[in-house]
C-alpha cells in the first residue's frame, strides 16, 4: 500500500522532459549566437577596410545668439582659408624647384652617358611591366589603379603615345595576351584576393576599352605576386599567375584554367615562364628548384603538364631565378650567397639530372643576395640587389658592368625586350630591360623608368624605375629611357 504523499511516476517524467527540453532550448540559444557572431566578423573587417564618409550636415543660417555683443575685439582673427594644390602645379612646382635630394639623384641620371629620354604618368608605385612579343609595346602596372601601354616606335622621341586604362581594383602585374593591344592583368582586391582579367585597349576613349573576361579569386582568396605570359604561336600561349603562397596557376589566353601546380615550398618569391611556354618554376622559401614542363600537340594546344627536373645544389632558400631565351639553360641566386647557371638541355626522362654549369660568389654587401634576374637574348645576365644592378656573363661569371647604389631602394621587377626596338630617325635597333625600382627620400615622390643601352655583347637597353616621396598623399611619376656606350 503506497503513501498518499508519493508523487507518480508520470509527474517525474513530465518534469524530467521540461527540463530537458529547456537545456536544450538554452543550448541552442548558445549555438546560434556563436554563429551569428562568427559570420559578423568577416562582415566587420569588410567595413573596417571600407573607408567611410563623414555625413554632410546641412548649413545652419547663423542666428543673433551665435553674434558676439562683446565690444572688445577677438584677440586672433581668422585666419583665411588657404586654397588647395593641385597634382599638375604640384608637379610643376617641384619641376622648377628641385630640392637637394632630387637634383642630386635627377643629375646622377640625367647626365649619364646613357640617358635617352624620359616618361611621364603615373601617380604611384609601379609594380608590374611587360613587353609585347613583338617588342613594339611596353605595358605597366600601377598601384594609382591605371595600366598603361606605351608604343615605342620610338624611344627618343619626347612624347611617346601611351593609352590607359582605369581599373576598379589595384593592378599588381601585367601581361600581353595574343595581340598588343590585349593585356592580361593581376589584380588585387579589397582583402588582398587575387583577380585576373584581360583587358582590350582600342584607344584612350572608353567606348574602345573593354574587359573580354574576367576570373575572381583566381588563386582562391590569395594574393597574387607575378604574372607572365608565353607565346607558342601569334593567337595562342599560357599565362602564368603566381601566388604568395606556394601555388602556380596556368591560364589560356581566354582565361581557361588551365592547371593548378603546388611550388612545394611555404611561399613563393616569384616565378618565371621560359619564352616558348615549356618550362616553368617557382623561386621559394626552400633550396631546391622544381621544374615543370607544359606539354602540347601539334597545333600548340595545351595537353598537361608534369614536374620533369629539380635544381639540387644551393644551401638556402632561392630568392629569384630566370631562364635562357632558348630554355636550354637556367640561373638562380640563393640567400646562401651564389649564383649558379645550370644545363636544363637533359635527358630528363630517362632520369638525367641537370647540371651545375658555373657556381659564382654574388658580388654583394653583406647580409644581402640577389633578388631579381633577367638573361638577356644575346647572354647577358641582368642581376638587381636592393638598388645595385651588375650585368653577368653567364659563360665565366665575370661582372661586366655595375650601376652600384643608383638610387635608395630596390628593384621590384626586371625584363628584357625580346625583339629589337627602333631609337632614333636613324632606325637604329637596340634591345631593351626595365628595371623598376622604387626610392624612398624625405622630399618627393616620383616613380622613373630608365632604359639603358649596353654595346657589351650587342645592341641592348636597360630600363630602371625610381622614386622619391614628398608627401604621403601626394605623388607624381616619371619614366626614364637611357642609353649608354661601354
Same mark, same amino acid.
Given at each position: 500500500?503506497?503513501?498518499?504523499?508519493?508523487?507518480?511516476?508520470?509527474?517525474?517524467?513530465?518534469?524530467?522532459?521540461?527540463?530537458?527540453?529547456?537545456?536544450?532550448?538554452?543550448?541552442?540559444?548558445?549555438?546560434?549566437?556563436?554563429?551569428?557572431?562568427?559570420?559578423?566578423?568577416?562582415?566587420?573587417?569588410?567595413?573596417?577596410?571600407?573607408?567611410?564618409?563623414?555625413?554632410?550636415?546641412?548649413?545652419?543660417?547663423?542666428?543673433?545668439?551665435?553674434?558676439?555683443?562683446?565690444?572688445?575685439?577677438?584677440?586672433?582673427?581668422?585666419?583665411?582659408?588657404?586654397?588647395?594644390?593641385?597634382?599638375?602645379?604640384?608637379?610643376?612646382?617641384?619641376?622648377?624647384?628641385?630640392?637637394?635630394?632630387?637634383?642630386?639623384?635627377?643629375?646622377?641620371?640625367?647626365?649619364?652617358?646613357?640617358?635617352?629620354?624620359?616618361?611621364?604618368?603615373?601617380?604611384?608605385?609601379?609594380?608590374?611591366?611587360?613587353?609585347?612579343?613583338?617588342?613594339?609595346?611596353?605595358?605597366?602596372?600601377?598601384?594609382?589603379?591605371?595600366?598603361?601601354?606605351?608604343?615605342?616606335?620610338?624611344?627618343?622621341?619626347?612624347?611617346?603615345?601611351?593609352?590607359?586604362?582605369?581599373?576598379?581594383?589595384?593592378?599588381?602585374?601585367?601581361?600581353?595576351? !595574343? %595581340?598588343? +593591344?590585349? =593585356?592580361?592583368?593581376?589584380?588585387?582586391?579589397?582583402? *588582398?584576393? &587575387?583577380?585576373?582579367?584581360?583587358?582590350? @585597349?582600342?584607344?584612350?576613349?572608353?567606348?574602345?576599352?573593354?574587359?573580354?573576361?574576367?576570373?575572381?579569386?583566381?588563386?582562391?582568396?590569395?594574393?597574387?605576386?607575378?604574372?607572365?605570359?608565353?607565346?607558342?604561336?601569334?593567337?595562342?600561349?599560357?599565362?602564368?599567375?603566381? !601566388? %604568395?603562397? +606556394?601555388? =602556380?596557376?596556368?591560364?589560356?589566353?581566354?582565361?581557361? *584554367?588551365? &592547371?593548378?601546380?603546388?611550388?612545394?615550398? @611555404?611561399?613563393?618569391?616569384?616565378?618565371?615562364?621560359?619564352?616558348?611556354?615549356?618550362?616553368?618554376?617557382?623561386?621559394?622559401?626552400?633550396?631546391?628548384?622544381?621544374?615543370?614542363?607544359?606539354?602540347?600537340?601539334?597545333?600548340?594546344?595545351?595537353?598537361?603538364?608534369?614536374?620533369?627536373?629539380?635544381?639540387?645544389?644551393?644551401?638556402?632558400?632561392?630568392?629569384?631565378?630566370?631562364? &635562357?631565351?632558348?630554355?636550354?639553360?637556367?640561373?638562380?641566386?640563393?640567400?646562401?650567397?651564389?649564383?649558379?647557371?645550370?644545363?636544363?638541355?637533359?635527358?630528363?626522362?630517362?632520369?638525367?639530372?641537370?647540371?651545375?654549369?658555373?657556381?659564382?660568389?654574388?658580388?654583394?654587401?653583406?647580409?644581402?643576395?640577389?633578388?631579381?634576374?633577367?638573361?638577356?637574348?644575346?647572354?647577358?645576365?641582368?642581376?638587381?640587389?636592393?638598388?645595385?644592378?651588375?650585368?653577368?656573363?653567364?659563360?665565366?661569371?665575370?661582372?661586366?658592368?655595375?650601376?652600384?647604389?643608383?638610387?635608395?631602394?630596390?628593384?621590384?621587377?626586371?625584363?628584357?625586350?625580346?625583339?629589337?626596338?627602333?631609337?632614333?630617325?636613324?632606325?637604329?635597333?637596340?634591345?631593351?630591360?626595365?628595371?623598376?625600382?622604387?626610392?624612398?627620400?624625405?622630399?618627393?615622390?616620383?616613380?622613373?623608368?630608365?632604359?639603358?643601352?649596353?654595346?657589351?655583347?650587342?645592341?641592348?637597353?636597360?630600363?630602371?624605375?625610381?622614386?622619391?616621396?614628398?608627401?604621403?598623399?601626394?605623388?607624381?611619376?616619371?619614366?626614364?629611357?637611357?642609353?649608354?656606350?661601354?
Amino acid at each position: 500500500m503506497t503513501s498518499s504523499s508519493s508523487i507518480p511516476d508520470s509527474l517525474v517524467d513530465a518534469e524530467t522532459q521540461s527540463s530537458s527540453h529547456a537545456t536544450l532550448v538554452l543550448l541552442g540559444l548558445f549555438f546560434a549566437a556563436g554563429v551569428v557572431y562568427l559570420v559578423s566578423l568577416p562582415i566587420r573587417a569588410l567595413w573596417k577596410a571600407v573607408p567611410q564618409r563623414k555625413p554632410k550636415l546641412p548649413k545652419r543660417e547663423a542666428s543673433s545668439s551665435d553674434i558676439t555683443t562683446s565690444s572688445q575685439p577677438s584677440q586672433k582673427a581668422a585666419e583665411p582659408q588657404k586654397p588647395g594644390v593641385s597634382m599638375k602645379q604640384l608637379m610643376k612646382k617641384t619641376n622648377q624647384n628641385p630640392t637637394k635630394a632630387q637634383s642630386a639623384v635627377t643629375d646622377k641620371a640625367t647626365h649619364h652617358p646613357a640617358y635617352l629620354n624620359t616618361l611621364k604618368g603615373h601617380t604611384d608605385n609601379v609594380g608590374g611591366l611587360a613587353f609585347s612579343a613583338d617588342g613594339s609595346a611596353l605595358a605597366t602596372a600601377c598601384e594609382d589603379r591605371v595600366i598603361r601601354l606605351f608604343k615605342l616606335t620610338d624611344i627618343t622621341a619626347k612624347n611617346m603615345g601611351f593609352m590607359k586604362h582605369n581599373m576598379i581594383t589595384t593592378p599588381v602585374d601585367v601581361a600581353f595576351g !595574343s %595581340a598588343p +593591344n590585349l =593585356l592580361a592583368v593581376t589584380a588585387r582586391g579589397i582583402v *588582398q584576393e &587575387a583577380n585576373l582579367s584581360m583587358v582590350h @585597349l582600342g584607344s584612350n576613349k572608353a567606348s574602345e576599352q573593354h574587359i573580354l573576361w574576367q576570373v575572381p579569386n583566381s588563386h582562391d582568396g590569395r594574393p597574387a605576386v607575378l604574372l607572365q605570359s608565353a607565346h607558342r604561336s601569334q593567337t595562342s600561349g599560357v599565362l602564368l599567375s603566381c !601566388s %604568395a603562397k +606556394n601555388e =602556380l596557376r596556368l591560364f589560356s589566353f581566354a582565361g581557361k *584554367q588551365l &592547371a593548378s601546380v603546388d611550388a612545394a615550398g @611555404l611561399h613563393n618569391h616569384m616565378a618565371a615562364i621560359s619564352l616558348d611556354g615549356r618550362f616553368f618554376a617557382a623561386a621559394t622559401f626552400t633550396s631546391d628548384v622544381k621544374i615543370h614542363e607544359v606539354r602540347y600537340d601539334k597545333q600548340n594546344a595545351y595537353q598537361s603538364v608534369a614536374k620533369v627536373m629539380d635544381l639540387k645544389g644551393h644551401k638556402s632558400q632561392i630568392l629569384c631565378l630566370a631562364f &635562357a631565351p632558348d630554355a636550354t639553360k637556367m640561373v638562380t641566386a640563393s640567400k646562401d650567397g651564389t649564383w649558379r647557371v645550370w644545363n636544363i638541355n637533359v635527358r630528363y626522362h630517362q632520369q638525367e639530372d641537370p647540371k651545375t654549369l658555373l657556381q659564382h660568389q654574388q658580388e654583394v654587401p653583406a647580409g644581402q643576395a640577389y633578388t631579381r634576374l633577367a638573361w638577356g637574348p644575346h647572354g647577358l645576365l641582368a642581376a638587381a640587389c636592393d638598388s645595385s644592378i651588375h650585368f653577368l656573363d653567364p659563360a665565366t661569371g665575370s661582372r661586366v658592368d655595375a650601376i652600384d647604389a643608383a638610387h635608395d631602394a630596390a628593384v621590384l621587377n626586371m625584363e628584357w625586350a625580346p625583339t629589337t626596338i627602333p631609337v632614333g630617325k636613324n632606325s637604329q635597333s637596340c634591345w631593351l630591360c626595365c628595371l623598376w625600382i622604387q626610392v624612398i627620400t624625405a622630399e618627393l615622390a616620383s616613380f622613373e623608368t630608365k632604359l639603358l643601352n649596353l654595346y657589351t655583347l650587342a645592341d641592348v637597353i636597360r630600363a630602371l624605375c625610381t622614386g622619391y616621396i614628398l608627401h604621403s598623399h601626394y605623388t607624381c611619376a616619371t619614366a626614364r629611357l637611357l642609353a649608354d656606350m661601354i
